[in-house]
């Protein structure tokens, strides 16, 4: 069984700043605000009845009223109910015709959000799916996705090369300020991850809040893209196992990764320092990894002039730079060097 971590991952304050209107609430909103103004047309008609005279019967009964402050809002009137008194026509000249005014500005807002700009949204949205290619997804924009979009921006990674899935609105809304691609859904789910473009993808960075999900959604992206490199991060030692059986290459564990870190660092008061200078793109140096070129096939590991070699991958092998296998690199061995920054 997956074993959830008890660590809680909050999300950072920007996020509780955002508005959490949802399109049905503003739409609610957008309503209200048309029927208190109408309210306030139907108020002053009634107790200004004395006002108005109805040209059918003579009579102006509440009935009436209700259907002249609707007839005036939304036209300019038939003619049969009409103002007599001074104070009735500044009313309408002042109040009703502004109230008028402010009800077709909200219909026609409401009609271009819900409608028109949605439609847009829409067409473009599939237009940027359908042209997707060699693209990174991320999934789950909590405190750890949002910093892995992050750095992929820092190194140079475009906007409109990371795809952002996750099921907070919020969330997304937070994620399309950065320019990157969104889509609203549950990523262990087939459609969603093939919305995104799985099969077309560079890699699939996985971060959700839970590790069940994170294996879950490996497990999917494996069984639809089963070349697309997938890396998942996951907050219980125990299920390290379990997202390298979902199809992980890469399993990050922050929590086990901080311990360790933290425990290097006694032995030494750089280590620390050296390891994020690695793992970060501000820092002085960077981990590369590369496949070898064919003129440093025959070549040993040491040899390898575009950085510091450490390691080679070959045939799902690994080779440290002190083995014998090192002494001589192989086409189609991949290689891990670290690069000075400022080089590249």
């Given amino acids: 069984m ?6 809680v991952r909050r999300r950072p304050a920007h996020f509780q700043r955002r508005s959490s209107v949802t399109a049905g609430a503003a739409l609610g909103l957008r309503v209200l605000a048309a029927l208190a103004l109408v309210g306030i047309a139907l108020a002053g008609h009634w107790f200004d009845r004395e006002g108005l005279r109805d040209n059918t019967d003579g009579e102006v009964s509440f009935i009436d009223v209700v259907y ?25 000249t002042f109040v009703v015709t502004p109230v008028r005014i402010f009800v077709w500005l909200i219909f026609l807002g409401t009609a271009y959000t819900f409608l028109f700009k949605n439609t ?14 060699n693209h990174t997804i991320v999934c789950g924009y909590g405190a750890t996705g949002a910093e892995a979009v992050a750095e992929l921006l820092r190194r140079g990674c475009p906007p ?3 795809v952002v899935v996750d099921a907070d609105e919020i969330a997304l809304e937070e994620a399309d300020e950065l320019g990157v691609g969104t889509v609203l859904g549950d990523a262990t789910h087939n459609a969603v991850l093939q919305e995104a473009g799985i099969i077309r993808a560079r890699a699939l960075v996985v971060s959700p809040n839970r590790d069940d999900t994170a294996v879950l959604i490996a497990m999917t992206a494996r069984r639809l ?8 991060g996951v907050r219980a030692t125990e299920n390290e196992i379990l997202a390298r059986d979902a199809g992980a290459a890469v399993i990050v564990n922050p929590v086990s990764f901080g311990g360790r870190l933290l425990a290097g660092a006694t032995m030494g008061s750089h280590i620390a320092d050296y390891v994020s200078d690695l793992v970060t793109s501000d820092g002085r140096v960077k981990l590369n990894e590369r496949p070898v070129t064919p003129q440093e096939v025959g070549r040993p590991l040491r040899g390898v002039e575009t950085g510091q070699a450490l390691r080679l991958y070959r045939d799902g092998r690994t080779i440290g730079f002190w083995e014998p296998e090192a002494a001589a690199m192989e086409a189609g061995d991949v290689l891990i060097e670290i690069v000075p920054t400022t080089d590249q």
């Fill in 160 to 162: 409109d090369g990371i």
């Fill in 120 to 133: 847009w949204e829409r067409w473009r949205m599939a237009r940027i799916q359908r042209e997707l290619q």
């Fill in 68 to 92: 002249f402050t609707m007839i005036t809002v939304t036209t300019v009137g038939y003619g049969d109910i009409v103002p007599v008194t001074d104070r009735a026509r500044l009313f309408d």
């Fill in 2 to 7: 997956l074993k959830q971590s008890r660590e």
């Fill in 225 to 232: 893209a089963p070349e697309v490199p997938v890396a998942v």
